[in-house]
């Protein structure tokens, strides 16, 4: 049971970490949302596809490592994992998104040169995708300190 409480708590403090990024670079983006309900309802929904790309991040390290407990494993080799595939997933993402119309920039959103996509977006996913892996590092070594 503790488990589970430990992950829904990582995971809950993921939401968070992400649904404040969204509100706090709303301005980043064309106007997508009207009125103060719709600008929650918006930044919810896509706090939450964030946390299914970390759940996703999690699954593709499972695959690569064939270990569950993957996130936990000596070295740096999670930690460039995380960076890498975040990175890479979240420029495919912006891409996809920016050519198919789904949201737009504002003139104030930086770009990163040659792939020409926001660097809050990709950054946004790389920051807290790697902060999660040491939320989740943390959480589940103390819970395996505990358990002895």
């Not at 996703?56 to 000596?74: E, H, T």
Request: proline fraction near 4%; glycine fraction near 6%; charge should be positive.
């Amino acid at each position: 049971m503790q488990k589970v409480r430990n992950i829904c708590f990582g995971l809950s403090t993921v939401f968070l970490f992400h649904f404040v990024w969204e509100m706090a670079h709303a301005g980043l983006y064309a106007p997508h949302f009207f009125g103060q309900t719709d600008f929650v309802l918006v930044h919810l929904r896509a706090a939450l596809g964030d946390v299914a790309l970390t759940g996703l991040l999690y699954i593709v390290g499972v695959a690569v490592f064939r270990d569950m407990r993957w996130f936990l494993a000596k070295g740096f080799q999670p930690h460039v994992f995380v960076v890498c595939s975040s990175l890479f997933i979240s420029i495919v993402i912006e891409q996809f998104a920016l050519l198919s119309k789904r949201w737009v920039y504002s003139p104030l959103m930086p770009q990163i040169p040659f792939v020409h996509v926001g660097i809050s977006p990709v950054a946004q996913l790389t920051v807290i995708s790697f902060c999660a892996l040491l939320l989740f590092r943390l959480i589940f070594k103390q819970t395996n300190k505990n358990r002895f």
